[in-house]
């Protein structure tokens, strides 16, 4: 059997502008991407070029309005981009992911005034935002957060520390998450924060098992100084504007969880196909055949059931069950898809020759980020079977 080289994903696209637009993308991922991303990987290295080159090209904005500088694209499609920008090189694939969730208080929340003096720079102009919700004591239950922000006349200040920042002291502004009221999660409000605000400071990068390229950071706000015009609606909406970003930012995850999975098959199958053994490739053997084909089925469900869910949110309808379950799929999958890329190249699988250890430490963070997959379920259990009694 000859070497069978992986063929890109045939994409199921609804026009002929978003078909130009994966090409476009294609030929930037082989040109600019995929050639530096295992050597920036394991140095560490994050490539602000390349998320310039994002911003230039209209790719950091393109599920929001085009009079703001957005693509004006459906989630359809923007997720799809997103897939395969993570299979290059997944802290560019999250990263945009993360920038987009960022900017989702200001499109869906701010006034015109504030929509119109922000978004084009945050879209289009070369910036680089960050989401700020989680703390140290506070993860899963986001609501008992304790980072407050305290009117001052026309500004508030914010004092508390966030933690597990992507992109944290680095990024040009934060979508912050603060305390202006009691207890509970109507005591909060979303604030959108300068990178390089005075008493804003991020602590040393988090030293990670995967995706050592993206840094991750604690951010310390020491009387952070924001005026009340970059208060993103209203007074203790914040929560609920936290929860509307995270339904689309879980459909992100997904689609960047698909990506690296179907990076592991392609190379798996790649390395099958070429590799011998008793005088025939290692895929002529069915239990490796077996390993393939389920790799792929997982995978093609995982695309399928993140596209739906896409598909209903372009359509104004809701999806926070189906987003919730497509994370919670998708991550799993691969999870166990990367695992198995690893075994098929047996003891090659181990090192850092072949970049499939590198994937099955990346799937790791993405069963946890937006949401750990125990809340995904309790998140789907609550819309099946109610509230749990108290």
Known sequence: MPDRAPQPVERQLPTEESRDLLALVRDMIQRDIAPQAAAEEDAGHFPRPVFSLLSESGLLGLPYDAEYGGGDQPYEVYLQVLEELAAARLTVGLGVSVHSLACHALAGYG??????????????????????????????????????????????IITGTKAWITHGGIADFYTVLARTGGEGARGISAFLVPGDAAGLTAALPEKKMGMKGSPTAQLHFDGVRVADSRRLGEEGQGFAIALSALDSGRLGIAACAIGVAQASLDEALSYATGRQQFGRPIADFQGLRFMLADMATQIEAGRALYLAAARLRDAGRPFSRQAAMAKLFCTDAAMRVTTDAVQVLGGYGYTLDFPVERFMREAKVLQIVEGTNQIQRMVIARHLAGPESR
């Not at 720079?121 to 703390?135: K, N, P, R, T, V």
């Open 111 to 156: 006034t015109k005034e504030q929509r119109r003096e922000h978004l084009p720079a945050m879209l289009g102009g070369g910036l680089l935002g960050a989401y700020c919700l989680s703390e140290p004591a506070s993860g899963s239950d986001a609501a008992s957060l304790s980072t407050k922000a305290v009117r001052d006349g026309d500004d508030w």
